[in-house]
T-cell receptor, first 113, second 115 residues
Framework: EAGVTQSPTHLIKTRGQQATLRCSPISGHTSVYWYQQALGLGLQFLLWYDEGEERNRGNFPPRFSGRQFPNYSSELNVNALELEDSALYLC????????????FGSGTQLSVL | AQSVTQPDIHITVSEGASLELRCNYSYGATPYLFWYVQSPGQGLQLLLKYFSGDTLVQGIKGFEAEFKRSQSSFNLRKPSVHWSDAAEYFCAVGVYGGSQGNLIFGKGTKLSVKP
C-alpha cells in the first residue's frame, strides 16, 4: 500500500515568488494535514482539510493557503515567499475521525533565496 | 498555553545500552500524547500513543512510554538500543483530544548510537 506522497521533494524559490506543494494521502484517507518543520522552530501545525473543506488552521498568515481536491489530494500554496518560509513541509493523512493517528509523508524541502 | 518540552537536544548512547528520552507537557485537560521518530530524509513515523487507561504504553520497534500525570511527563524508553534507532524523536500532545490533527510537537531529541 502506498504511503503519503509529496511532491516535489525539493523546491527552490526566490523572495516574493509563490510556491505550490502537493500531497497525495493514503488511499481511503479523507483528512489531510500540513505541518511546517523549520530549523529552530520545530514542527508547527499549518492546516487541516477534510472532505474538501478547511477544518482548522494554525497560527500562520493568510499567504499560507491550500485546498483539497475531490480525490482528497491537497495543495499547499505559499504566496509572497519570505526567507523564513524556508522549511520542510510535511503532509499527513488520516482516516475520517481518526486525526489522532497521522501518517506522514517525507516532506517537501522549500528553500527561499 | 499548551506546550511540549524535550529537554535533551542530543543524546548519544552505546549500542545495547538502555535509552530514556524525556518529554514534559503543559496542557489543561487530559492529554493525548504521542511519540514520533524521524529518520534523515524521511517523514514522521508514529511509535506509540497514549489516550487513556494503562499508563505504560507499548509501541513499535521495542519502544515503550510511561505517562505520569503528577510529573506531566511522557518519557520514551527502550531497554536495548540498536544502531538503526539513530534518528530524531519527537514528543507531541494532541489538542482537542488529537481528533483534529492539531498536534503540538516538542523540538525533538536527536539520538546517536555508538557501536
Amino acid at each position: 500500500e502506498a504511503g503519503v506522497t509529496q511532491s516535489p521533494t525539493h523546491l527552490i524559490k526566490t523572495r516574493g515568488q509563490q510556491a505550490t506543494l502537493r500531497c497525495s494521502p493514503i488511499s481511503g484517507h479523507t483528512s489531510v494535514y500540513w505541518y511546517q518543520q523549520a530549523l529552530g522552530l520545530g514542527l508547527q501545525f499549518l492546516l487541516w482539510y477534510d472532505e474538501g473543506e478547511e477544518r482548522n488552521r494554525g497560527n500562520f498568515p493568510p499567504r499560507f493557503s491550500g485546498r483539497q481536491f475531490p480525490n482528497y489530494s491537497s495543495e499547499l500554496n505559499v504566496n509572497a515567499l519570505e526567507l523564513e518560509d524556508s522549511a520542510l513541509y510535511l503532509c499527513a493523512s488520516s482516516l475520517a475521525g481518526e486525526g489522532a493517528k497521522l501518517f506522514f509523508g517525507s516532506g517537501t524541502q522549500l528553500s527561499v533565496l | 498555553a499548551q506546550s511540549v518540552t524535550q529537554p535533551d537536544i542530543h543524546i548519544t548512547v552505546s549500542e545495547g545500552a538502555s535509552l530514556e528520552l524525556r518529554c514534559n507537557y503543559s496542557y489543561g485537560a487530559t492529554p493525548y500524547l504521542f511519540w514520533y521518530v524521524q529518520s534523515p530524509g524521511q517523514g514522521l513515523q508514529l511509535l506509540l500513543k497514549y489516550f487513556s487507561g494503562d499508563t505504560l504504553v507499548q509501541g513499535i520497534k521495542g519502544f515503550e512510554a510511561e505517562f505520569k500525570r503528577s510529573q506531566s511527563s511522557f518519557n520514551l524508553r527502550k531497554p536495548s538500543v540498536h544502531w538503526s534507532d539513530a534518528a530524531e524523536y519527537f514528543c507531541a500532545v494532541g489538542v482537542y483530544g488529537g481528533s483534529q490533527g492539531n498536534l503540538i510537537f516538542g523540538k525533538g531529541t536527536k539520538l546517536s548510537v555508538k557501536p
